[in-house]
């Protein structure tokens, strides 16, 4: 019998971070022609979505001028969308989102989940992202009564609006590490479930982040947690278990390690006989 090609699980967005300061690539694609080669090469490497941002929500982070994101960001959606790789706009800025939809984005990657309307006008898909505070304070003292039911409760009402407002196709995102410990990150990777229920496709977003660095640093004998570059065990680890939870996309830095992981647990590809 015929064993067809396995369908991957899950779908993955990579990102090019348009920026000089961003936490793991910034200064490194801030020139657009760097920037619309590392799209390519991402969506050469598997990549879904090619998410492009131009200010960096990294923790203790300032606001970016407006005028300044929308130089950033729009000559690179335009190439991009010029050469037909589907492009997300990580913004919260709404002239940002305008800009970007008219330059050819498919969707609105919004971490402040207030743009649905933008993303409506323009016929786009939108992901809602759950954030506690503002970049510049948000790790200060991040506080919940149950972290799980409180992101989903917003994330929910967050993505009605967005149907409301026309958005036919409406993603959700936790947000780890945007307002959250360590521990409030665990217990939303760990009940995934919860967000899996609501039926809206849930996004993760872990890649290299601060809470690998943590955890790999519990496992060093010296203690030593590893740079943001220096993360991929992690990243690769929690993309899988996402996807064995339920998330339907996972947001990534390295693709190609990603695609070929997500390919490793195509067991439903197996015959049983
Ligand atoms: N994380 C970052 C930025 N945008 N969007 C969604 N939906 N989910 C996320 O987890 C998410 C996001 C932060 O990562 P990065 O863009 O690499 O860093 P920086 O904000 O420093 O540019």
Redesign the pocket.
């Known amino acids: 019998m015929q064993v067809s090609r396995p369908r991957r699980h899950g779908l993955v967005m990579g990102?090019v971070?348009v920026?000089p300061d961003?936490?793991?690539d910034g200064g490194q694609y801030l020139d657009p022609d760097a920037a619309v080669a590392r799209a390519r090469a991402l969506r050469e490497a598997g990549a879904d979505w090619v998410d492009v941002?131009g200010e960096?929500?990294?923790p203790g982070a300032t606001p970016v001028p407006e005028v300044e994101e929308l130089a950033r960001v729009v000559p690179v959606v335009r190439a991009l969308a010029e050469a037909g790789i589907p492009t997300s706009i990580?913004t919260r800025t709404p002239a940002v989102a305008e800009a970007a939809l008219a330059a050819g984005a498919g969707m609105v990657?919004d971490?402040s989940a207030r743009l649905a309307d933008r993303a409506a006008a323009a016929g786009a898909a939108f992901?809602a992202?759950h954030m506690q505070g503002e970049p510049g304070t948000m790790q200060d003292a991040p506080a919940y009564r149950d972290v799980v039911a409180e992101v989903r409760d917003h994330l929910v009402a967050r993505a009605e609006a967005a149907r409301a407002a026309g958005v036919t196709e409406v993603w959700i995102?936790p947000?780890?590490g945007f307002g959250k410990s360590l521990d409030h990150n665990l217990a939303l990777l760990a009940n995934l479930d919860v967000l899996v229920a609501t039926g809206y496709p849930v996004?993760i977003?872990t890649s290299r982040k601060g809470m690998l660095g943590t955890l790999a640093a519990r496992a060093d004998t010296a203690g030593v947690a590893p740079p943001p570059g220096d993360r991929l065990e992690g990243s690769l680890a929690t993309a899988v278990w996402a996807v064995l939870r339920g998330a339907s996309m996972v947001?990534v830095?390295d693709v190609a390690a990603t695609v070929r992981a997500l390919a490793a647990i195509e067991t439903e590809a197996v015959p049983a006989a």
């Open positions: 990102v971070n920026t961003s936490f793991s941002g960096s929500t990294r990580d990657n971490i992901v992202m995102d947000g780890i996004l977003g947001r830095h």
